[in-house]
């Protein structure tokens, strides 16, 4: 079954960074795309970032480009999420996927708050 | 980007009744690998999403028959065939086929 577990959410100043993680367990992480959403508060979701099986194949939605960087660990069964340059719109839920194009969601989301 | 429009916005039903959900593309959904990448997901009050349809009608592991997707171009359905209490929440459709990929947004089911 498959499980993933987000963290680092937090509490940030306009302006300021979080890294966020993933752990995965319950498939063969490294054969797979990962994805990062996030859902605002009272939103809809939205898809901000992928990252292929080696890492070679990485996109980003407009409005993180150039302030977000995902990346993976195949050894810890991990994804991240850098986010620098936090804005008030960054605020919300934010989820991480197995797969892209048809995502699976596992796990319970980490709270990323941005305010002054 | 691809616009994703859903209708119902709000869909009150009556348990054991069926319940039906359109998602329409603003672009044809079929990738290059001739798959169509048009998932529907459940998002209870208060919990992940949690996805039921994948490639338009593949069911997931887990979710019951009454659930079913359908569609091809641009147009799309989700149908629950006998609607259930523990249904109520908002679903979404989303695409995966045209970078950045893009949701519906969200049709509210409650019972009446």
């Known amino acids: 079954q498959v499980q993933l577990v987000e963290s680092g959410g937090g509490f940030v100043k306009p302006g300021g960074s979080l890294r966020l993680s993933c752990a995965a367990s319950?498939?063969?992480?490294?054969?797979?795309?990962m994805s990062w959403f996030r859902q605002a508060p009272g939103k809809g979701l939205e898809c901000i970032s992928y990252i292929s099986q080696g890492g070679s194949d990485i996109m980003y939605a407009d409005s993180v480009k150039g302030r977000f960087t995902i990346s993976r660990d195949n050894t810890d069964n991990s994804v991240y999420l850098q986010m620098d340059g936090l804005r008030a719109e960054d605020t919300g839920m934010y989820y991480c996927?197995?797969?892209?194009?048809?995502?699976?969601?596992g796990g319970p989301g980490t709270l990323v708050t941005v305010s002054s | 980007d691809v616009v994703m429009t859903q209708s119902p916005l709000s869909l009150p039903v009556t348990v054991g009744q069926p319940a039906s959900i359109s998602c329409r593309s603003s672009q044809g959904l079929v990738y290059g690998d001739g798959n169509t990448y048009l998932n529907w997901f459940q998002q209870r009050p208060g919990q992940s999403p949690r996805r039921l349809i994948y490639?338009?009608?593949k069911r997931d592991s887990g979710v019951p028959d009454r659930f079913s997707g359908s569609g091809s171009g641009t147009d799309f359905t989700l149908k629950i065939s006998r609607v259930e209490a523990e249904d109520v929440g908002v679903y979404y459709c989303?695409?995966?086929?045209?970078?950045?990929?893009?949701f519906g947004q969200g049709t509210k089911v409650e019972i009446k």
């Open positions: 490639m338009v009608s």
């Open positions: 989303m695409q995966g086929t045209h970078w950045p990929w893009t």
């Open positions: 319950g498939f063969t992480f490294s054969d797979y795309y």
């Open positions: 996927a197995k797969r892209t194009r048809a995502p699976h969601f």
